[in-house]
T-cell receptor, first 114, second 112 residues
């Protein structure tokens, strides 16, 4: 079974631009979560989607948004990029919406904002 | 709300020595606890998890962790470190509906 895939793997943008990152979960997984990882802040939860609905949201500004499609694939969008948005963005999928289920992580998209 | 605290951002051990990575959690509901490992330029990989039942949990690569409710701890151990264990380790806690929260991570260095 294929793992979680994220595209693109690397991205370079300039301040003020917007970016869309994509995540394809493991087949059959309906929950998708997004995290931002930086050296200073560690792993921070962005949001989680289950059956196309955002169920949980972290403490990030409205510039960060996401959505999930009927096939469980998910995208996250960051508008008006800032230098501080440079990070590794990780997507994780889970079988169901129970907290007991582990999350399976993709390799991440490394975003650099210049 | 759940949270975890990992004591020690860096831990260094000699090859063959005991590995002990500390994690304390805070949760208002019975927690689900996880340890993940991250190798450079990769995503996170699950080492082990505690949901219910036996409090000593065995994971992959010889790691194990013990859930101690009275101490609100979930420390990760491995009897004998191997060079390939060098990585960053994350403790995480989740409530019944997900919403996983991670600790700041502990970077493990293994000296030859």
């Amino acid at each position: 079974k294929a793992g979680v895939t994220q595209t693109p793997r690397y991205l370079i943008k300039t301040r003020g631009q917007q970016v869309t990152l994509s995540c394809s979960p493991i087949s059959g997984h309906r929950s998708v979560s997004w995290y931002q990882q930086t050296p200073g802040q560690g792993l921070q939860f962005l949001f989680e989607y289950f059956s196309e609905t955002q169920r949980n949201k972290g403490n990030f500004p409205g510039r960060f948004s996401g959505r999930q499609f009927s096939n469980s694939r998910s995208e996250m969008n960051v508008s008006t990029l800032e230098l501080g948005d440079s990070a590794l963005y990780l997507c994780a999928s889970s079988l169901v919406e129970s907290g007991a289920n582990e999350q399976f992580f993709g390799p991440g998209t490394r975003l650099t904002v210049l | 709300a759940q949270s975890v605290t990992q004591l020690g951002s860096h831990v260094s051990v000699s090859e063959g020595a005991l590995v002990l990575l500390r994690c304390n959690y805070s949760s208002s509901v019975p927690p689900y606890l996880f340890w993940y490992v991250q190798y450079p330029n990769q995503g996170l990989q699950l080492l082990l998890k505690y949901t219910t039942g036996a409090t000593l949990v065995k994971g992959i690569n010889g790691f194990e962790a013990e859930f101690k409710k009275s101490e609100t701890s979930f420390h990760l151990t491995k009897p004998s470190a191997h060079m390939s264990d060098a990585a960053e380790y994350f403790c995480a806690v989740s409530g019944p509906l997900g919403d996983m929260r991670f600790g700041a991570g502990t970077r493990l260095t293994v000296k030859p």
